[in-house]
């Protein structure tokens, strides 16, 4: 609560600062001493919210220091503090009010603008909830609260961003989440000094250690079931606003290879299918990279009918195997592309006109072999079983470094690539937490704690 | 900070790397000569060895050798015991890769050249050598975790096979009463070595105690009986001394009609090839850790990492260097190396025990008096 | 340094690599597989070999099933100089990565096979799963057979001597490794199986020759190749025949196991005791003789008897021979702890000794007829 200096009010201030925007409003209520100054946004106000409880109870309540305490009391008013203050909260939306006893209130009347929750796009799930997280902030807090009614989960509040003054929500269950992690968190959010943080993938690129990874070290997902399983196991959730995703952090490998369906069918279904999805993985990463190794350095490693059918279809193909394989590849990296960004009704032609015709055509012209189609087609299938995005776009990226070794080193290059890329993984931390372990003890002692809290043996 | 666990899987891939390290094929030099003897011997000999150094090194916890002997004994003498105890680890990933490239030449790339092949092992060494201690511990987790089960097929796969010569492992078997050499005693303790490597190591261990000691032996026990028995079952009890590298031999002589591969010996290969090179980077880490301490000057923290980074450099230009020179000697002279350095590390082993002990005592009569 | 720099590093210096390993390698269209070779003495000249390599040749299209193969033969003094010269006369690069049978002229095996062994061995890229034979009369004709039955070449050799396929107990399937290591083994001798040449597109394998550590030295027929697989193999697959009160019957092996005991104790009264034991079921019963329990058991006795004296002449044979294919000197080698001297005890022993059969045949059902 300030008292108005003659000359210099805050709202002048204010209204200097925002002119020469086409949206900005001010209006006078009243004369005199009954008198209101307002201030706001257009665009960013909601304009029945300004008419029905601002400029309406102005009018019909007489005194005005009725109409003061209306306001004061009214749910989501603050009081006007300083100038920067003001400032944010204008511009977010909020209706600035002073009176002329030099009170000044912000009164929320923010219009927000985002689609309603709808099913989920990229991680899509069979059995099992299906809504997605929304471009709301609130909304999405309202997601994970409703899943998650536990007096210990926490939401803190900061904001990203120079110019975006994005919303970041912090949220974790304070009796699991490891404290340092935390603390960490809150230093690295600090410190981030951008002016625009507009997905929350990107925020990821920011919060870890290293900006040049193969791997992302950070889950987005926009499936609030797996942001409140992932609470529950003592990690934090960053809801970002404006984003409609959210990034859980620290995470490990196997948390990219984990889709909630697992969690829901009977535990050997879901075992098998996160078997099934590690299969996927290798064979996605490793088996151009075997092809090449085969046909080029070591055809006595398979029996002989395979080494007889590879040499007969390659036998009219008029390059060495790793070019074959590139270009096949590459061919297909580009229908893969292509069919994403088209529009939904050209897909599916894309697709066929592009791997059917183009595949058969080029057998039958023998530029590529029989097998190299096959090769392909199953790579790109068993790169779609990976069911986070992020991690899928990282082994798209891989396979072509073991190409690469195995066309200088043989079978001998893609066991170089595997420990490699093994030590690697073991080498990345997630907020210092490591990244890849084969038995993820740890996450397993949050689970039996979780199991104790609620009276299971 | 790791868990104890971490201990068991060093001592488990210096077991199993002895195949590749010329550990058969010198106790099967000397079968007629006090090999059988040697293994059994052996067996008490490492135990105890094991013994005094994981409890001296608990004396030291989240210490790793260059801060034990830096902090307590002058520069002058700890900087150069560093160095020397630096060079036997050195030596140590030398011959796994060494043997290895060797292995390839012969069963996988012969068509591509030798130095060609140690580039490709030296670019993932060098890499992974300058992690972090725990993330390399992570690493050998993963990948024996992986490879185990592997092991264990080919050894069932060996041992049911109707080939399998028990009369020959029988045979073997009645010359356990000669007397064993000091060369095939201290071959037969290579399996043990693993424990040496908590001189680094011992550094994230939070608070080493090592249980079931008697496990670790019979593991080095069974270890050794079948790494020396099973090529006799395979090759003979004669005709296994004509074989270059027993082990590749037998794992030849297995066929499986179970997988798209047919010959067990690429799968074995496989697996013998991610071993030796998690062996050679725990090896050539500790090397890099040692030389660190050693070179550490005791100044400012920047200036520190300044030298760190020098040495790091320093030494995978010397460490490449050096591995592409050996290159050029011929197997027999390679095998030479090998048992010198089999023979010559049971005494530095014994040294380093001796140094760390000493230190120990010091500091004990400092703290008394 | 950070870690993603020096993964880009790795990559730049493999991809730097790549133009020096390119012109190294050979794709796999430019290689030509050897399935099978043999090796035989030269038919002009007696000091020179003559190498025949089986090729396969890759199809490429796989619907059709006509099998193309090569054969190429090729005379030098030696087997590498064989291979040499051959490389000369075809387009593509040999290679050896799939060899899978080597087989020895029976010529050849009579002088010394020992060479062409140690050549085998030698080869880095000659596996030691190669089965090794003795082609009769050369390995030339044995390779040229070409079965109807067969789509990837010389693969009917391969199923047949790896069992595979056809499980015949005429068959003694015998690996490189275990013939070198029979050739080097003190008091066990090898046997390799002989593939006899019956037409363009058939073969016979059924016997198998008794070698000493150098060659050849005695045949067996097929009635004693399948009491030495009997002997030598559990659960052989296969039927015996014998006599009952002048009916000639037939039984089916269904489980056989046989072991020996050397008994050295008394001396000059040394043997070896066979213990054969054999369930097996009524296969054919040519006068019909009713079946009942007493019968079986009748019958069970028979053919025991019939099965102890056919199984000794074996045995006797053998030791005439003076070879040790079973590995009766390893196994008393291996029951001895006096390592110095127990070879010389046996070598004095073997000679003598005596061997006692006792086969217990259990005809324990019959069939399905009474």
Known sequence: MRIRQSGDSLLQQLSQQLSGNADLAQKELGRGADGVHMLYLKSMSDSSIVSRYV?????????????????????????????????????????????????IYLFEANKNESSPVSDGQTEVIVQGPSDAFTENLQVNINLIRHRYQSEHLKAELTVVGAKS??????????????????????????????????????????????????????????????????????????????????????????????????KLQLPISGWFLKTIRYFGLII?????????????????????????????????????SYLEVFIMLVLMEFLTEASLRLPKSIGPTATTVGGLILGTAATEAGLVSNIMIIIVSAVAISNFVIPLNMMMYSIRVMKYFFIIFAAVFGLLGIVLGLVGVVMYLCSLRSFGKPY?????????????????????? | MVKNKYFYYLFLITALISVINYVPRSLIDRRFDGAMMSILISIPIGTVLLILFTKLMSKFPQQGLPEILNGNLSGFVSRPLLVLYS?????????????????????????????????????????????????????????????????????????????????????????????PHYSSVAKSTFVFTGYINLAIFNRVFENLKVRHVWLISLTALVTLLIAFLMPIGFSGVEGISKHVYPWFTTADSLRTKAFIIERVLFLFYFTY?????????????????????????????????????????????????????????????????????????????????????LVFRKLKRGRST | MKPTFRIVLILVVVVLMLPIQACKFKDIDLKLFVIAMGIDVSEKSPDKLSVTLKIAIPQGDPKTSDEKVEILTQEAVSIAEAIREAKSRVDKEIDFGHCKAILFGEAYARKDLRGGTDW?????????????????????????????????????????????????????????????????????????????????????????????????????????????????????????????QGDKM??????????????????????????????????????????????????SVAASEEMNQQVEALLKKIQKSHLDPIGWGLRYEATHWNNSTEMKEWTEMYPKLDFKVHASIKIHYSGMLN
């Open chain 1, 55 to 103: 400029i309406t109870p102005f009018y019909e309540m007489k005194d005005i220091l009725a109409y003061e305490s209306y306001i004061e009391n009214y749910p989501g008013t603050t009081v006007g503090k300083d100038e920067k203050t003001l400032l944010e909260n204008v511009l977010k939306g909020f209706i600035c009010l002073e009176f002329e006893n030099g009170h």
């Open chain 1, 165 to 262: 003054r994005t919303r970041v929500a912090i949220m974790y269950d304070d009796v699991r989440v490891d404290k340092a992690i935390l603390e960490e968190l809150r230093v690295r959010l600090e410190g981030i000094k951008v002016d625009l943080i507009q997905g929350a993938g990107e925020l990821d690129k920011h919060l870890s250690d290293t900006k040049h990874r193969l791997f992302p070290t950070v889950v987005v997902t926009e499936r609030p079931d797996r942001a409140v399983f992932n609470l529950s196991e003592g990690k934090i959730l960053l809801v970002v606003d404006t984003t409609g995703y959210v990034v859980i952090l620290p995470s490990i490998f196997n948390d990219y290879l984990t889709a909630m369906d697992d």
């Open chain 1, 284 to 320: 996605s990463t490793i088996l151009p990279a075997i092809y090449v190794a085969f046909t080029s350095f070591n055809p006595e490693v398979w029996k002989v009918q395979i080494a007889l059918l590879v040499a007969g279809s390659r036998a009219s193909v008029p390059y060495p």
């Open chain 1, 436 to 457: 890849f372990k084969i038995f993820a003890l740890d996450q397993w002692a949050n689970r039996v704690q979780g199991g104790k809290e609620n009276g299971q043996k």
């Open chain 2, 87 to 179: 060079t036997i680890w050195f030596v140590a990933g030398l011959i796994t890769i060494l043997a290895f490239v060797d292995i390839t030449m012969r069963y996988i790339s012969s068509d591509v050249p030798s130095y060609i092949v140690i580039l490709g092992f030296l670019l993932i060494i060098c890499f992974s050598m300058r992690m972090r201690t725990e993330s390399i511990l992570y690493g050998l987790e993963v990948l024996l975790v992986l490879n185990l089960p592997l092991i264990i097929y080919y050894l069932l796969k060996g041992i049911f096979n109707p080939y399998f010569s028990w009369d020959a492992v029988r045979q073997m078997v009645t010359y356990l009463w000669d007397i």
């Open chain 2, 273 to 357: 090839l991610t071993f030796s090179l998690v062996s050679a980077i725990t090896s050539w880490h500790i090397t890099l850790e040692l030389l660190k301490g050693a070179f550490q000057s005791k100044q400012g923290k920047d200036q520190g990492k300044n030298t760190k980074k020098v040495v790091d450099w320093a030494c995978i230009i010397i460490f490449s260097g050096i591995t592409l020179l050996m290159d050029n000697l011929n197997q027999y002279t390679m095998y030479k190396v090998g048992q010198i350095f089999l023979d010559v590390r049971l005494i530095g082993e014994i040294m380093l025990l001796a140094t760390i002990f």
């Open chain 3, 120 to 244: 085998a061995l030698r080869r880095r890229d000659i596996q030691l799963l190669n089965f090794i034979g003795i082609a009769k009369p050369s390995a030339k004709e044995v390779l040229t057979v070409q079965p109807p039955t067969e789509r990837i070449p010389a693969n009917s050799i391969l199923l047949a001597l790896s069992k595979d396929g056809t499980e015949s107990p005429f068959i003694v399937n015998i690996y490189l490794y275990n013939l070198y290591r029979r050739l080097q083994e003190k008091g066990w001798d090898p046997v390799l199986p002989v593939i006899e040449f019956q037409t363009d597109d058939e073969f016979l394998i059924n016997k198998i020759y008794l070698l000493d550590k150098k060659k050849i030295q005695v045949l067996l027929t097929p009635e004693e190749t399948r009491l030495f697989n009997l002997l030598t193999t559990k659960d052989l697959k296969t039927n015996f025949s014998f006599r009952y």
């Open chain 3, 250 to 299: 037939d039984y089916n092996v269904e489980h056989s196991k046989s072991n020996y005991k050397i008994q050295s104790n008394v001396k000059d009264k040394s043997s070896i005791d066979y213990k054969i034991n054999i369930t097996a079921e009524l296969e054919e019963n040519q006068q019909e003789l009713p079946m009942n329990k007493t019968t079986l058991e009748k019958i």
